[in-house]
């Protein structure tokens, strides 16, 4: 069984920065792609930042040049640094991780960016 853990989100103003950190934990003998996702109120889940084993990165236009993914294979560990957030930033953030061919999801963590 394989499980995603996220920490690392809060409420902050404008202009602030914010880390989020995903860890797999268990049965796994490698990671293909990790990504982070997020879903506003009201809005569809979208794509925010993926990165594969071998660190090729994508980025959602709204978010390219502020946030920055990064992973840790030792740790199964992919990181989300997000500068400069905004308050269109405020969503839940959820991690998701190719694994063995197989696709898991984190719970979720809010962001939450006041004005």
């Known amino acids: 069984q394989v499980q995603l853990v996220e920490s690392g989100g809060g409420l902050v103003q404008a202009g602030e920065s914010l880390r989020l950190s995903c860890a797999a934990s268990?049965?796994?003998?490698?990671?293909?792609?990790m990504g982070w996702y997020r879903r506003a109120p009201g809005k569809q889940r979208e794509l925010v930042a993926t990165?594969?084993?071998?660190?090729?990165?994508k980025y959602a236009d709204s978010v390219r040049g502020r946030f920055t993914i990064s992973r840790d294979n030792a740790k199964n560990t992919v990181y989300l640094q997000m500068n400069s957030l905004k308050p269109e930033d405020t969503a839940v953030y959820h991690c998701?991780?190719?694994?063995?061919?197989?696709?898991?999801w984190g719970q979720g963590t809010q962001v939450t960016v006041s004005s």
């Open positions: 990165i594969t084993s071998g660190g090729s990165t």
């Open positions: 998701n991780s190719l694994i063995m061919g197989m696709n898991y």
């Open positions: 268990g049965s796994i003998f490698s990671i293909d792609a």
